[in-house]
C-alpha cells in the first residue's frame, strides 16, 4: 500500500472514530508501527491531525473553522438535532429562550423562523448576526439582538456588552453548540471571549438544551464553558459512547436523539 493510500485510511478513520492509535493502524494496515508514526508525523505537518501519546485526534478540537467551512460539515445531522430540539421548545412552551451561535443552532434558527408559538410571542435573545437577521421577519417572535464585538469566524458578538446583554435578563430555555463535548471536560469552544458568553448564557437560563452533532462527541476543544451538571438537555444525532452516556447519566444530563 501507497503512502498516499495510507494517510486516506488514517483520516477516514479519523473522520469516523475522531482518534486513532499506532497499534491498531499497524494492525489494520499491515506495516510497521514506525511506518505509521511517520505517516502520522506527516499528517500533523499537513495540518490533517493533532499527535497524541499512542495515536492522533481530529485537529478540529482545537482548530476553528470559519462559518462557511462548518456549514457545509454534518449537515444531515444538525437538520435532524434541529427538528428534534423545535419539538422539545413545542412541549416546553417557554415564553423566552436565548439562541447561541454556530451551525447546528442556525439549522434551529431556519426552523424557528417559521414556528408560531401556541400562545402569545415568543422572546428570543441571541448574539448571533445571522440568526437575527434569520429571525426578525417572523412576527410571532420577538427578537432580542445581545451586542458586542462581532467575531469573523462566527459572526458573533462577544465582550463585555455580550455579558451584560445576558446577564440582564432570564430565559426560559437557551439552546447552545460546543465544539467539544466528553465526559471530564464537559462542553468547550476554541476561543475565550466565546466561551465565555456561552456561560453567561447557560447561568442566565433556568434550563439548558446543547445542541451537538456526534462528531462532537469526546472531543475536547480549547476552553471549557459549562460543565456536563449545567446542562439539562442533549440533543444529537447519536446516542453517545459508553464512557460519555455513563458521564452524562451521572450528571443527570437526558439524552435525546431524532
Given at each position: 500500500?501507497?503512502?498516499t493510500?495510507?494517510?486516506?485510511?488514517?483520516?477516514?478513520?479519523?473522520?469516523?472514530?475522531g482518534?486513532v492509535?499506532?497499534?491498531s493502524?499497524?494492525?489494520?494496515?499491515?506495516?510497521?508501527?514506525?511506518?505509521?508514526?511517520?505517516?502520522?508525523?506527516?499528517l500533523?505537518?499537513a495540518?490533517?491531525?493533532?499527535?497524541v501519546?499512542?495515536?492522533?485526534?481530529?485537529?478540529?478540537?482545537l482548530?476553528?473553522?470559519?462559518?462557511?467551512?462548518?456549514e457545509?460539515?454534518?449537515?444531515?445531522?444538525?437538520?435532524?438535532?434541529?427538528?428534534?430540539?423545535?419539538e422539545?421548545?413545542?412541549q416546553?412552551?417557554?415564553?423566552?429562550?436565548?439562541?447561541?451561535?454556530?451551525?447546528t443552532?442556525?439549522?434551529?434558527?431556519?426552523?424557528?423562523?417559521?414556528?408560531?408559538?401556541?400562545?402569545?410571542?415568543l422572546?428570543?435573545?441571541?448574539?448571533?448576526?445571522?440568526?437575527?437577521?434569520?429571525?426578525?421577519d417572523?412576527?410571532?417572535?420577538?427578537v432580542?439582538?445581545v451586542?458586542?464585538?462581532?467575531?469573523?469566524?462566527?459572526?458573533?458578538?462577544?465582550?463585555?456588552?455580550a455579558?451584560?446583554?445576558?446577564?440582564?435578563?432570564?430565559?426560559?430555555?437557551a439552546?447552545?453548540g460546543?465544539?467539544?463535548?466528553?465526559?471530564?471536560?464537559g462542553?468547550?469552544?476554541?476561543?475565550?471571549?466565546?466561551?465565555?458568553v456561552?456561560?453567561?448564557?447557560?447561568?442566565?437560563?433556568?434550563?439548558?438544551?446543547?445542541?451537538?452533532?456526534?462528531?462532537?462527541?469526546d472531543?475536547?476543544?480549547?476552553?471549557?464553558f459549562?460543565?456536563l451538571?449545567?446542562?439539562?438537555v442533549?440533543?444529537t444525532?447519536?446516542?453517545?459512547?459508553?464512557?460519555?452516556?455513563a458521564?452524562?447519566?451521572?450528571?443527570?444530563?437526558?439524552?435525546?436523539?431524532?
Amino acid at each position: 500500500m501507497y503512502a498516499t493510500e495510507r494517510h486516506a485510511r488514517i483520516i477516514d478513520e479519523l473522520d469516523a472514530a475522531g482518534r486513532v492509535s499506532v497499534a491498531s493502524l499497524s494492525r489494520d494496515l499491515d506495516v510497521t508501527a514506525e511506518t505509521i508514526r511517520r505517516d502520522l508525523d506527516a499528517l500533523e505537518a499537513a495540518g490533517a491531525l493533532r499527535r497524541v501519546h499512542g495515536g492522533a485526534v481530529r485537529r478540529s478540537s482545537l482548530v476553528e473553522l470559519n462559518l462557511g467551512e462548518r456549514e457545509r460539515r454534518n449537515t444531515p445531522a444538525k437538520r435532524a438535532i434541529a427538528g428534534k430540539a423545535l419539538e422539545l421548545l413545542v412541549q416546553a412552551a417557554p415564553a423566552a429562550i436565548s439562541v447561541d451561535a454556530g451551525t447546528t443552532t442556525r439549522a434551529f434558527a431556519d426552523l424557528l423562523a417559521e414556528h408560531v408559538p401556541a400562545e402569545g410571542l415568543l422572546d428570543v435573545v441571541t448574539h448571533a448576526v445571522p440568526i437575527v437577521l434569520r429571525l426578525q421577519d417572523n412576527r410571532a417572535l420577538t427578537v432580542h439582538a445581545v451586542g458586542g464585538v462581532v467575531r469573523p469566524e462566527t459572526s458573533a458578538a462577544v465582550g463585555q456588552p455580550a455579558l451584560d446583554g445576558f446577564a440582564r435578563m432570564r430565559c426560559d430555555l437557551a439552546f447552545v453548540g460546543a465544539n467539544g463535548l466528553s465526559g471530564g471536560f464537559g462542553l468547550s469552544t476554541p476561543d475565550e471571549r466565546e466561551a465565555a458568553v456561552k456561560t453567561a448564557m447557560v447561568r442566565a437560563a433556568r434550563r439548558t438544551v446543547a445542541l451537538v452533532d456526534s462528531s462532537k462527541h469526546d472531543e475536547e476543544s480549547f476552553v471549557r464553558f459549562a460543565e456536563l451538571a449545567d446542562v439539562d438537555v442533549l440533543v444529537t444525532d447519536r446516542e453517545p459512547g459508553r464512557e460519555l452516556a455513563a458521564a452524562l447519566d451521572a450528571a443527570g444530563v437526558e439524552v435525546l436523539v431524532p
